[in-house]
Structures are given as C-alpha cells and as structure tokens.
C-alpha cells in the first residue's frame, strides 16, 4: 500500500497538507509567491535575499492575521 499523500493543485501552489481558512491559504500562497520570485532558483535559505523574503512573508502574514505565524521556506519537504 502507497504512502503517498495526494498533492492538491491550490491557488497555484502545490499544497500536500493544509489545515486554514481558504481566504488565509489564498493570501499566504500569493504573497508567498510574489516575495520568493525575488530570488533566484539557485538561492538558499541562508543567502540574505532569501532571508528578507522570508522576514517579509512573516511580517505580512503577522500584521494581516495577527501573529506569531512560523514561516519555514525550503525545498523537499517530505520527499
């Protein structure tokens, strides 16, 4: 039997798990989104670029829906 989990197709993003609101999910993917296009496909998440977009998701996502919002960025989550 697969263990697989089913990958959605939601607001563009590729979600395999998600457990909030639609109008959360579809503002956290878009700013999300728009932020990390600023770094180049061969950023890490050490490089400073890379560390001010996931400051300014964090910061957007805490002043929109109130805070303490972790934002974790990456590539390879659950492969």
Same mark, same amino acid.
């Given at each position: /039997?697969?263990? @697989?989990?089913?990958?959605?197709?939601?607001? %563009?993003?590729?979600?395999?798990?998600?457990? /909030? #609101?639609?109008?959360?999910?579809?503002?956290?993917? *878009?700013?999300? $989104? !728009?932020?990390?296009? *600023?770094?180049? @496909?061969? !950023?890490?998440?050490?490089?400073?670029? +890379?560390? !001010? !977009?996931? =400051? $300014?998701?964090? *910061?957007? /996502?805490? *002043? @929109?829906?109130? #805070?303490?919002?972790?934002?974790?960025? %990456? =590539?390879? +989550? %659950? $492969?």
């Amino acid at each position: /039997m697969s263990k @697989t989990k089913e990958i959605q197709l939601i607001f %563009g993003a590729e979600v395999k798990s998600v457990d /909030m #609101p639609d109008d959360i999910l579809k503002d956290a993917i *878009e700013f999300s $989104s !728009a932020a990390l296009k *600023e770094c180049s @496909t061969d !950023a890490e998440p050490c490089d400073p670029i +890379f560390k !001010a !977009a996931i =400051r $300014s998701i964090k *910061e957007h /996502m805490d *002043e @929109t829906w109130k #805070p303490n919002w972790q934002v974790i960025v %990456g =590539r390879n +989550f %659950g $492969s």
